[in-house]
C-alpha cells in the first residue's frame, strides 16, 4: 500500500476541459476543471485509503471572479469493499456518469485526454464506485 500512497501523491494538480453535447437538444457546453488529491494515506487498521480532494472550474468561459472551489474535503475509499479496478479514459467515464445521472444523449470528450482508475465497489451503499485519478 505504501507503493500505492507515494504515486498518489506525487501527481501533481489536474487541469483540463469538458466538452458535451446533447445528441437530443444539440446543446453543446464547456467547462474547465482543475481537480486536485493530496495527503494520501492507508490506515491498515480500518483497511481504507483516505485523500484530501479539492476542485474549481468554470463552465462555458467564466472569468476568474466566477471560479472558485466547487468541493473540497475528504475521499475514502474502503479497500475491502473493491472489487474491480479499471482503467478508463476520461471522457467515457464522464459521459457514463452523465447517463447514470437521466443524460444518456450526451456525450463527453476532455481534453487534453485523461484516464481515471475507476473501483468498483460492493454495493453497501447508495454510491457503487468511487473513483481517483491515475
Known amino acids: 500500500m505504501k507503493f500505492i500512497e507515494d504515486k498518489l501523491n ?5 487541469h483540463f476541459a469538458v466538452y458535451t453535447h446533447d445528441n437530443g ?4 457546453s464547456a ?11 492507508f490506515d491498515s487498521a480500518k483497511c481504507i485509503l483516505v485523500g484530501h480532494f479539492k476542485s474549481t472550474f468554470s ?4 472569468t476568474a471572479k466566477q471560479r ?4 473540497e474535503g475528504d475521499s475514502v475509499h474502503a479497500v475491502q469493499a473493491i472489487k ?8 467515457d467515464w464522464w459521459a457514463q456518469e452523465l447517463a447514470n445521472q437521466g443524460h444518456p444523449m450526451t ?3 476532455i481534453e487534453p485526454q485523461l484516464f481515471v482508475l475507476s473501483m468498483g465497489r460492493y454495493r453497501h451503499s447508495p454510491e457503487d464506485r468511487c473513483t481517483s485519478r491515475l
Open 31 to 41: 467547462a474547465e476543471w482543475c481537480f486536485d488529491l493530496t495527503n494520501f494515506r
Open 25 to 28: 437538444s444539440g446543446q453543446d
Open 59 to 62: 463552465a462555458d468561459g467564466g
Open 68 to 71: 472558485g472551489a466547487n468541493s
Open 107 to 109: 456525450t463527453a470528450h
Open 84 to 91: 474491480k479496478v479499471l482503467v478508463v479514459p476520461a471522457g
Open 10 to 14: 506525487e501527481q501533481d494538480a489536474l
